[in-house]
């Protein structure tokens, strides 16, 4: 059973695609030297966010996902992350821009790109949608960040709440209404 709650919006779709916009121009500028991209989607939050971002990106570009589970660990303070779906391409020599929804702890995203950096990219950048700094116990930060937000219950975008609300088209902050 799930406690009730409401979501109030907290960043508009109009406020996000203008966001997307400006940083994949920023992205098009790094990356304006080469035609060997690949746009690496961590499933599943970040399936909105790609897909607004690669169709702004003026750039030839190869789309990859890759899935990533985090868990807490009861027993001890750092996490674990698993990775449930690999890339299904090479990115050995490769320009590789990975794509997040939302950095928290940073476990996830710090994960990945030690993971990803093994394989010897030419070069690799992080871009997060969301970054919730107040939060990080892994030592990381995306090269480029949407939206900073405070320590809020977030949903929608591609972000989800027990797997709803990732078709919402802004961003919400779950209210809880039990309480
Ligand atoms: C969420 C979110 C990020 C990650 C951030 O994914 O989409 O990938 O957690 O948390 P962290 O910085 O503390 O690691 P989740 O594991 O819920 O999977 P999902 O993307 O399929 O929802
Ligand atoms: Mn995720
Ligand atoms: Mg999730």
Redesign the pocket.
């Known amino acids: 059973t799930q406690r009730p709650y409401v979501i109030d919006e907290m960043i508009s779709a109009k406020t996000i695609a203008a966001r997307v916009e400006d940083l994949s121009r920023e992205i098009a500028a790094e990356f304006s030297d080469t035609d060997q991209l690949v746009v690496v989607g ?4 970040s399936f909105v966010f790609i897909a607004d971002l690669v169709r702004e990106l003026d750039l030839p570009v190869e789309v990859d996902f890759l899935e990533a ?2 868990y807490g660990n009861a027993m001890q303070s750092s996490r674990e992350v698993k990775i449930l779906k690999d890339l299904r391409g090479a990115i050995e020599g490769r320009d590789v821009l990975v794509v ?10 710090f994960h990945v790109i030690g993971m990803l950096k093994a394989r010897k990219p030419r070069r690799l950048r992080t871009i997060a949608l969301l970054d919730k700094p107040t939060r990080r116990e892994a030592q990381v930060k995306a090269d480029w960040t949407g939206f900073e937000i405070p320590d809020e219950f977030v949903v929608g975008y591609g ?2 709440y027990a797997q709803r609300n990732r078709n919402l088209p802004f961003i919400g902050k779950v209210r809880f209404t039990d309480v």
């Not at 961590?42 to 939050?45: F, M, P």
């Not at 997040?100 to 476990?107: K, L, M």
């Open positions: 961590l499933l599943r939050g589970s985090s997040e929804d939302i950095v928290d702890t940073g476990h996830t995203l972000i989800d």
